[in-house]
T-cell receptor, first 114, second 111 residues
Framework: NAGVTQTPKFRVLKTGQSMTLLCAQD?????MYWYRQDPGMGLRLIHY???????AKGEVPDGYNVSRLKKQNFLLGLESAAPSQTSVYFC?????????????FGPGTRLLVL | KQEVTQIPAALSVPEGENLVLNCSFT??????LQWFRQDPGKGLTSLLL?????REQTSGRLNASLDKSSGRSTLYIAASQPGDSATYLC??????????FGKGNQVVVIP
């Protein structure tokens, strides 16, 4: 049981390049989330999904797209990377909306955009 | 919009002292409040989760209280150890299963 895993762990991009971050969970959770963590800003929600095939915008969705084609995977895409997207990206999952369960976090992906 | 504030932003304590970390939130309509631990370069680990109907939760040396009406929570860590050095994040679950995070309390326990 690996929990929540993220690929890659670290990446350097040039401005304008594209990439996809992969999040996978093996806990059969319905809900998955992408956050970014910046110094002095805390964690902010980018996009989230309440089930396979569904996605919704969070607090800071601009410049990102997501897809949830399979229940266990949640992909975060950057179509044209900008230096402002330099951050640490965390994926999380949770079993329900009821609030009784915590969200389980992956180890993070560090992204540097030059 | 839900805003979460953590005070102090950073603190250092001698080993053995009790730690007191404070969290406040602006909207009392929450489902729960959680305290997470984050080690440098690592992800978040959930420490305690307090449901909105509860007043406190305890796990070992950790105790967290919740006063929903005043929008406050306090995390107590008894008899601190160097291994407790980390950043502690407070988060409230509200709205459509959204977590609002504070910026964290960065703790250093001095041996």
């Amino acid at each position: 049981n690996a929990g929540v895993t993220q690929t890659p762990k670290f990446r350097v991009l040039k401005t304008g390049q594209s990439m996809t971050l992969l999040c996978a969970q093996d806990m059969n959770h319905e809900y998955m989330y992408w956050y970014r963590q910046d110094p002095g800003m805390g964690l902010r929600l980018i996009h989230y999904s309440v089930g396979e095939g569904t996605t919704a915008k969070g607090e800071v969705p601009d410049g990102y797209n997501v897809s949830r084609l399979k229940k266990q995977n949640f992909l975060l895409g950057l179509e044209s990377a900008a230096p402002s997207q330099t951050s640490v990206y965390f994926c999380a999952s949770s079993p329900s909306l009821a609030g009784a369960e915590t969200q389980y976090f992956g180890p993070g992906t560090r992204l540097l955009v030059l | 919009k839900q805003e979460v504030t953590q005070i102090p932003a950073a603190l250092s304590v001698p080993e053995g002292e009790n730690l007191v970390l404070n969290c406040s939130f602006t909207d009392s309509a929450i489902y729960n409040l959680q305290w997470f631990r984050q080690d440098p370069g690592k992800g978040l680990t959930s420490l305690l989760l307090i449901q909105s109907s509860q007043r406190e939760q305890t796990s070992g040396r950790l105790n967290a209280s919740l006063d929903k009406s005043s929008g406050r929570s306090t995390l107590y860590i008894a008899a601190s150890q160097p291994g407790d050095s980390a950043t502690y994040l407070c988060a409230v679950l509200y709205g459509n299963n959204r977590l609002a995070f504070g910026k964290g309390n960065q703790v250093v326990v001095i041996p």
